[in-house]
């Protein structure tokens, strides 16, 4: 019988734990948003509304399923229940957990989440979009090198109030980087792997002095290109909610949880009120610090 119970916060969310996290920050607050505990999944939801090779989804009730790991099922934006396989390691089991899982969940609770790392630049949130090979995490270790804090890595995950002020939440305290990037900069001491099979490690990041939530200042969404030189454009109209739309975390969950009408008040909400720029970079060779240079003289004017 477990019974141990765990504290934690992220995504501006509490969280009561039966699974030990120890990648998250410890959180003292008496209550609490979301329980996460072991118990039974079923193999299948009983009203799917869509699916993939993974999930399944419908109203306030999420399944996803890596069977060598554990089930997964997440309802009404409060509650995880874990199934692990007898063989799984906690690693494992928090891989998914923390990924595609809180995903959900977050989709559940109808905050928008975009698939972007965001940092601090004159006590804003720059949030940095992208696919996934566009360098999202590496800019923002850029930009951390060059004295800038990283609010969130890879998810960040955007709230709204009754004044329509616009918020990006603190997230994991680290950052996950390809073996080229740490040795591009040099970044010393003991690094985790993220999976034993690829060469990519977390580097922890201080919260120190750091909020809960800043208010988003704009976003940049980066890409790659084949030509030299870097770019810099405001996007507008109706590419600026397709790019949003696009960089928004595990999109195809929307459908099926019920919550497009609510992820498209929340885009529309966010491109009213915050400027879209579109950076390009070359794909090769490997310009970090030019880079974060670059992105640091053309933003630094407009924050």
């Known amino acids: 019988m477990r019974l141990n119970s765990f504290r934690y916060r992220i995504h501006g969310i509490s ?17 609490f948003d979301v329980v996460i505990q072991y118990g039974n999944v079923p193999q299948h939801l009983p009203d799917i509304q869509s699916q993939g090779v993974l999930y399944e989804a419908a109203e306030n009730d999420f399944l996803f399923k890596f069977e060598s790991v ?15 396989n007898k063989d799984s390691s906690n690693e494992d089991i928090s891989l998914f957990l923390m990924g595609s899982v809180m995903g959900a969940l977050l989709h559940q609770r109808g905050l928008l989440v975009l698939h972007g790392s965001s940092v601090i630049i004159k006590n804003r949130a720059v949030i940095i979009t992208g696919h996934s090979t566009a360098g999202k995490s590496t800019l923002a270790a850029g930009l951390n090198e060059a004295g800038f804090p990283i609010l969130t890595d890879d998810l960040s995950t955007i709230s709204f109030n009754n004044s329509n002020n616009i918020y990006v939440h603190s997230g994991f305290p680290y950052i996950r980087l390809w073996r080229d990037v740490i040795e591009k900069l040099q970044i010393k001491g003991e690094l985790q792997k993220v999976r034993t099979e690829i060469e990519k490690y977390k ?83 490997l310009l970090i610090y030019e880079l974060t240079d670059y992105v640091k003289s053309v933003i630094n004017p407009l924050l």
Request: glycine residues 4%; without cysteine.
């Open 70 to 84: 554990a089930k997964y099922r997440v309802q009404n934006g409060n509650l995880i229940i874990v199934d692990p």
């Open 203 to 285: 580097k922890s990041i201080s919260y120190d002095n750091i909020m809960d939530k800043y208010e988003v200042g704009l976003i940049l969404n980066l890409s790659k290109r084949n030509t030299t030189g870097f770019s810099f454009d405001e996007i507008k109209g109706m590419d600026k909610f397709d790019i949003l739309k696009t960089n928004t975390y595990r999109t195809r969950f929307i459908e099926g949880l019920n919550m497009a009408q609510s992820h498209f008040n929340n885009v529309t909400k966010l491109i009213e009120k915050i400027p879209l720029y579109k950076i390009e970079r070359p794909s090769e060779p």
């Open 15 to 31: 969280i009561k734990s039966e699974i030990e996290l120890p990648d998250l920050l410890l959180d003292s607050a008496d209550k």
